[in-house]
């Protein structure tokens, strides 16, 4: 990017008291403009922490919309608010209720990857970062409803133990990463460590998940499990361009996709020329409705508070 772009940047970011907030599965460019890089948890965290004004959030759309339900009082800018997400549009708030009046007992947990009509229909909120934690504390005794990513359901299944009714929707891009995928990383790398994101499509997979070369982790686990590991070879088993910040952090160690392609389109729509626009013109201001807003709220806080 040239120099008079980031001068623009950093001076409309000044003007507005806006921060920029980039998930690690944005491009490389719009990642070097932001301030902060999170996964979905960590990126939660910082627009709850945040003293901005405004916040430009180089993410799909529900990521923006997570970061305003968490701040009625900032201005939350989405760069491209037609970024959608296979797995948020896989349920709607329609389809949840219908589902939820069958267990009317029921706890509902949803993926944050899902609209705020679905948010303020939910129980409790969790990230591929802290599902386990979330659903090994839920009361015992009452069906639990995990959605809408059966990958992640049933890998969380495996880890506590618990039994979860589990919604049929699969993040299109992780889906891709099958077994034999991996299997054959394992054969081609016998040195490194394998990183998978648990939406994977092979992410229930017993011989994997027994297998202690093969690590599951959200992009934030595997950004602290690279800088933290022995190896300095592994095989990425999530959207490409988490590849652009392993590397940076880690400028010894070789970082490889386990298979060509593995990439979220969505996640590219937003653009250092979108987000410039944005700042300039405070373009893609995510507006929600208040009670939706005010009852999509509590399962996030109950999620940020358990840590
Ligand atoms: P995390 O940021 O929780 O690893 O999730 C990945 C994802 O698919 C976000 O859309
Ligand atoms: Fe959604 Fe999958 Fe893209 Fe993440 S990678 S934003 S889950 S479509």
């Given amino acids: 990017m040239d120099r008079e772009t980031r001068e623009e940047i950093e001076r409309l970011k000044r003007e507005r008291n806006a921060v920029i907030l980039a998930h690690y599965y944005a491009s490389p460019e719009v990642q070097d403009i932001a301030d902060h890089l999170g996964d979905s948890l960590g990126l939660s965290r910082l627009a709850a922490a945040s003293d901005a004004d405004t916040i430009v959030f180089a993410g799909v759309h529900f990521m923006a919309e997570t970061a305003a339900i968490l701040c009625p009082d900032k201005t939350v800018l989405s760069p491209a608010p037609d970024a959608g997400c296979s797995l948020a549009d896989s349920i709607s708030a329609a389809r949840l209720a219908a589902w939820k009046a069958g267990y009317p007992d029921g706890i509902v947990v949803s993926y944050v990857n899902t609209s705020a009509a679905v948010k303020a229909l939910t129980d409790w909120c969790c990230t591929s970062a802290n599902a386990v934690k979330v659903v090994q504390g839920l009361p015992e005794g009452r069906p639990i409803l995990f959605g809408p990513d059966r990958h992640l359901g049933s890998h969380i299944m495996r880890l506590t133990g618990r039994k979860m009714e589990l919604w049929d929707g699969v993040c299109t891009v992780h889906d891709r990463i099958s077994r034999e995928m991996v299997e054959d990383a394992l054969r081609e790398w016998p040195d490194a460590d394998i990183l998978i994101h648990p939406e994977a499509g092979c992410s229930d997979d017993a011989g994997l998940n027994a297998n202690p070369r093969v ?5 934030a686990g595997m950004l602290r499990h690279a800088a933290s590991s022995r190896a300095v070879t592994f095989v990425v088993a999530t959207e490409e361009d988490t590849i652009h910040q392993l ?3 880690n400028p010894g160690k070789t970082f490889i996709p386990v298979a ?7 996640m590219k729509k937003v653009t250092v020329r979108n987000v410039l626009e944005c700042l300039r ?10 009670d939706i807003r005010a009852r999509a709220m509590l399962p996030i806080k109950r999620m940020l508070e358990i840590g």
Avoid: H, M, Q, R
């Fill in 247 to 249: 590397k940076k952090e």
């Fill in 260 to 266: 060509p392609g593995i990439c979220c389109g969505e």
């Fill in 281 to 290: 013109y405070g373009t893609g201001k995510v507006v929600l409705d208040e």
């Fill in 215 to 219: 690590i599951f982790a959200s992009t």
